[in-house]
């Protein structure tokens, strides 16, 4: 009555939008919840006022994941929907058949599994009994610093010590009258990326602090790659139209000569 559900009893599910369903791997959490906004309405006559809604029920999953495996998430950029489940205590189940990803992001660094996150808009009622348990796990592939490569300016004779990779897809539901969930959930382009690579200094300066508004945008060519330590493709990750919009050179008397470039792309 008083146990407790431990991390080797949970497990969560994905599936649809051409992804069989299967069970994520390299999972370090999960938050599921939903928020309703409500307003105090005051009326005449009434004292106690009147607990009424405030707008539609925001229902969100974010997972925070390592990149050990081939992620099927990064496909689910397009139109469609997906469904999902966290499963427990083998017969339990708690999850959504209408979500889609609003936002997903990896970061790499010297010495450190990359890590994705992820964020799903939950469009249908998050309840119990929906269940998308599929396979287990497929085969893990843990990368290594040498095996993740980056390729952005300056990068040939520079010491890449770590990236942020992200994007955002925009979605917008249409509800009724008569309806609690959207009658369509659209997508709205474009897709807005973003990445910043932080580097070590050999020979590079920063850009003159005008180039952006005097030179040619969307020239640039941001790229990363990650494979497992034995050379398995994991993921391929670009920035589309890529502008570098700002640089951040960091010295200090106790360590090397750093410089970050950010740099904003979209689809």
């Known amino acids: 009555m008083f146990g407790s ?3 080797y009893e949970s497990h969560f599910f994905i599936s649809g939008s051409g992804i069989a369903p299967k069970e994520l791997s390299g999972v370090n959490s999960i938050d ?20 009424t809604i405030g707008g539609p029920t925001s229902q969100t999953v974010s997972l925070s994941r390592y990149l050990i495996y081939d992620d099927p998430i990064l496909d689910l950029t397009g139109a469609s929907d997906v469904m999902g489940s966290f499963n427990y205590d083998n017969n339990a ?4 058949e209408s979500g889609y ?17 992820t964020s799903l808009s939950v469009y249908d009622e998050l309840r ?3 269940n998308a348990s599929g396979d287990a796990p497929q085969a893990i592939y843990v990368p290594s610093q040498g095996s993740i490569t980056a390729t952005c300016d300056n990068t040939t004779t520079n010491r890449v010590i770590g990236f942020d990779y992200a994007l955002e897809v925009v979605r917008k539901p249409y509800y009724t009258i008569g309806s609690e969930t959207p009658i369509e959930v659209k997508y ?3 897709i807005k990326y973003s990445a ?37 493709p994991l993921q391929s990750l670009t920035i589309p139209k890529a502008s570098l919009i700002s640089e951040q050179l960091s010295a200090s008397a106790d360590g090397s ?3 970050t470039l950010n740099y904003a792309g979209h689809s």
């Open 5 to 7: 559900k431990l991390n």
């Open 32 to 51: 599921i919840g939903y928020q309703n906004a409500a307003n105090t309405t005051n009326l005449l006559g009434y004292q106690n006022g009147v607990t």
């Open 93 to 96: 189940s708690y999850g959504f």
């Open 101 to 117: 990803l609003t936002s997903y992001s990896v970061n790499c660094a010297v010495g450190a599994i990359p890590q994705i996150n």
């Open 128 to 130: 119990s009994g929906v």
């Open 188 to 190: 709205i382009p474009p």
């Open 196 to 232: 910043s690579v932080q580097i070590e200094v050999d020979d590079v300066f920063l850009e003159s602090g005008y180039s952006f508004l005097t030179t040619g945008k969307e020239e640039k060519s941001v790229s990363f790659a990650v494979n497992g330590r034995n050379g398995t």
């Open 257 to 259: 000569v750093r410089l």
